[in-house]
C-alpha cells in the first residue's frame, strides 16, 4: 500500500457502496426511477439545482457527506492477519447511511480489495467515538455517539488570546485567489492571508454542508461576511509547513492524477480564539479538496 492510504480505501469504494445500495444494477443513475430513495445516489451522485449552486457558490456536486480517515502509519506491505484502523465521519443526514458504509467496507474487503495487487481484508470490527462496539458477527448495533457541531464547537473555552499550533495531518489543497499560488494552490502557510484563505474555505464548506445535510435548515444565500474576519487580527508566529506530493489512480477517470498539498505546523497568535469553534469543527469535517478520502485533517494544540 501506498505511504498516504487514503486513496487505497477511497478507490473502489464508490463501487462498493453502488452495489451494497442499488437494487436496479443500473450503470448510470440519473434515469433510475428509485434514485430519490437510493442511498448511492444521495452520497455520491447528488446533484446541487443551478439555484442552489449559486446561492451557496458551488459547483452542480454536491459535496460528499462523509470524510474517510485513513490509518497514519507508513507500513507499506501487510502480511496476513496484520490489522488497519482507520475512520469514517458522517455528516447530517448521512448519519443515518451508516450500515450501508458498513456494508460498502465489507465488500470493498472482500470482493474488491485495496492497495496494490487487490489484497482482500475482512472487517473485524467497528466501534463509535467513544468505544462502543457496534458490529459484532455481522450484526450493526445502534445507539452510538451522535454530535451536533454546536456541540463540537461549544466544547472551546475561551482562554483569551493566547497562541495557537495548527498541525495538518494529510495534505492540504486549498484553492487561492492571491499571488504566490501554483496550479491555483495554497502553497505556503506563512502569512495572514493564508490563514485567511483557511478560515474562509473552513467557513464555506461548514455553511455548505449544514445547508444541503443538515436538519430543519432554513435556506440562506452563503456569504463570507458572515465570518468575522479582519485583516491583522491573527498573526502567524512560527510556520513549519512543506508540500506533500502523492499520487493515486481515478477508477472514474481511469488515469493517475498527480495531487499533493500543504503538510507541517503553523503557530498562530492575535485573537486566534475567536476562531477555535470553527476549527475544532474543522477536526471533524476537514477542508480543501479531496476531504472524502482524508485529505486536509486539521488538529489544534
Excluded at 82 to 98: K, N
Excluded at 209 to 219: D, H, I, M, S
Amino acid at each position: 500500500m501506498p505511504e498516504y492510504k487514503g486513496s487505497a480505501f477511497r478507490g473502489g469504494f464508490g463501487h462498493a457502496f453502488k452495489r451494497a445500495a442499488c437494487i436496479t444494477r443500473d450503470r448510470y443513475c440519473d434515469s433510475c426511477i428509485l434514485k430519490s430513495a437510493c442511498a448511492y445516489y444521495r452520497v455520491f451522485e447528488s446533484k446541487v439545482s443551478p439555484e442552489t449552486a449559486e446561492r451557496l457558490r458551488l459547483g452542480s456536486d454536491a459535496p460528499h457527506p462523509f470524510v474517510i480517515e485513513p490509518p497514519m502509519t507508513e507500513q507499506g506491505y501487510f502480511q496476513p492477519g496484520d490489522r488497519l484502523t482507520f475512520s469514517l465521519v458522517l455528516i447530517g443526514s448521512a448519519v443515518g447511511q451508516l450500515p450501508f458504509f458498513v456494508y460498502a467496507f465489507m465488500i470493498l474487503g472482500e470482493n474488491f480489495g485495496i492497495g496494490k495487487g487487490r489484497g482482500r481484508f475482512r472487517l473485524l470490527s467497528v466501534e463509535d467515538e467513544n468505544g462502543k462496539q457496534l458490529f459484532d458477527n455481522g450484526n450493526l448495533s445502534g445507539g452510538f455517539v451522535i454530535r451536533s457541531a454546536g456541540e463540537i464547537m461549544g466544547q472551546v473555552h475561551d482562554a483569551g488570546d493566547r497562541n495557537i499550533t495548527l498541525r495538518f495531518e494529510t495534505p492540504l489543497r486549498m484553492k487561492t485567489t492571491y499571488g504566490r499560488e501554483s496550479r491555483g494552490l495554497v502553497t505556503r502557510m506563512d502569512d495572514h492571508d493564508a490563514v485567511r484563505v483557511l478560515l474562509k474555505s473552513l467557513y464555506h464548506r461548514a455553511f455548505v454542508l449544514n445547508q444541503l445535510y443538515g436538519a430543519e435548515v432554513q435556506e440562506e444565500p452563503y456569504d463570507s461576511r458572515n465570518l468575522p474576519l479582519v485583516d491583522g487580527d491573527v498573526d502567524v508566529v512560527g510556520s513549519d509547513t512543506f508540500w506533500y506530493d502523492w499520487e493515486r489512480f481515478s477508477q472514474r477517470q481511469k488515469h493517475h492524477m498527480k495531487l499533493g498539498g500543504l503538510m507541517g505546523e503553523i503557530t498562530l497568535g492575535g485573537k486566534v480564539e475567536q476562531y477555535m469553534p470553527l476549527l475544532r469543527l474543522g477536526e471533524y469535517l476537514h477542508v480543501g479538496k479531496g476531504t472524502g478520502f482524508g485529505l486536509g485533517k486539521i488538529v489544534h494544540e
